[in-house]
């Protein structure tokens, strides 16, 4: 199903940023990566809450679930991925939600949350608070259950990136195991002109 200009109506039409926007256009929302609530990762590899506070491998869903509860407005950008992420090809830490905020005046919509700090801070406590979460050996089976959801796609793209690699190869007329053989025609300096 499209809407008039033929957009798929659960695709949501992202511009640039621009300051001049409303804070209640999609633009302006605030981003929230997995990456961000990160137990795993440090600071300086784009962890932003401390480190106690913090959770181990969060992923999107989880935090959908825990702006829901809190009623905020929201949506996923699922082919997103933090610049910091080293593991970008795993389908688990990619995607972002982007969060319904401030309100066009510039103030938080829920005064609780006056700043990003304390909203990351609340989404951790939350997920922490999950039952599985509780465990850690039921956490570890809920990871597993999820790898097995996304290995079929990990593995079609990784099939995908094999045969596409095979085909530029093929394109190329050279094969990746060939050997260089050195240029012995390079004029060397003032000596090789005449």
Known sequence: MADQQGNPM??????????????SEHERWIHVFPIYLNKNKTVAEGRRVPKEVAVEDPITREIVIALQQKGFDLFVEGYKVHPREVDKENVLMRSRVRVHFRDDNGKPIHPEFPNKRKLFRMICESIG???YRQDPETFKQHQRALQAQVAPQVLQQQKFLERLE????????????STKTPNNNKKKGKKGRK
Do not use: C, E, L, W
């Open 10 to 23: 659960n695709v949501i039409q992202v511009g640039p940023y621009n300051p001049q926007r409303k804070h």
């Open 166 to 177: 095979k085909s530029q190869a093929q394109g190329s007329g050279t094969s990746a195991t």
């Open 129 to 131: 608070g999950m039952d």
